[in-house]
């Protein structure tokens, strides 16, 4: 059975810095793409960051270029998001994502077909 399990969300203030785990079991990753989306209240889930199970090419939504980075470390089936420069509008439940073996559409939120049960990131004003 696959499983996803995140972990590392929690309250920060504007400006600040969280970092997200996510680690997977129940097959193996090391040849899927990884992925991070999120949804805040009443919007849509949207990606925003995506890796190539390579390592070596990723995906980021314009809304966090900049400030926040994916990766991974195929050893550990985990997959981390580093958020730095946090802000307001980046207050959203965090969804870990998998997809298929061998799919290398790391940027493509529609090709994710293994989920989390998602972590709560508020960023106070």
């Known amino acids: 059975q696959v499983q996803l399990v995140e972990s590392g969300g929690g309250l920060v203030q504007a400006g600040g810095a969280l970092r997200l785990s996510c680690v997977a079991s129940g097959r193996t990753f090391s040849n899927s793409c990884m992925g991070w989306f999120r949804q805040a209240p009443g919007k849509e889930r949207e990606i925003i960051a995506g890796i190539h199970w390579s390592g070596g090419n990723t995906y980021y939504a314009d809304s966090v270029k900049g400030r926040f980075t994916i990766s991974r470390d195929n050893a550990k089936n985990t997959v981390y998001l580093q958020m730095d420069s946090l802000k307001p509008e980046d207050t959203a439940v965090y969804y870990c994502?998998?997809?298929?073996?061998?799919?290398?559409?790391?940027?493509?939120?529609?090709?994710?077909?293994?989920w989390g049960q998602g972590t709560q990131v508020t960023v106070s004003s």
């Open positions: 994502a998998a997809g298929p073996n061998g799919a290398p559409y790391y940027w493509m939120g529609a090709r994710y077909d293994y």
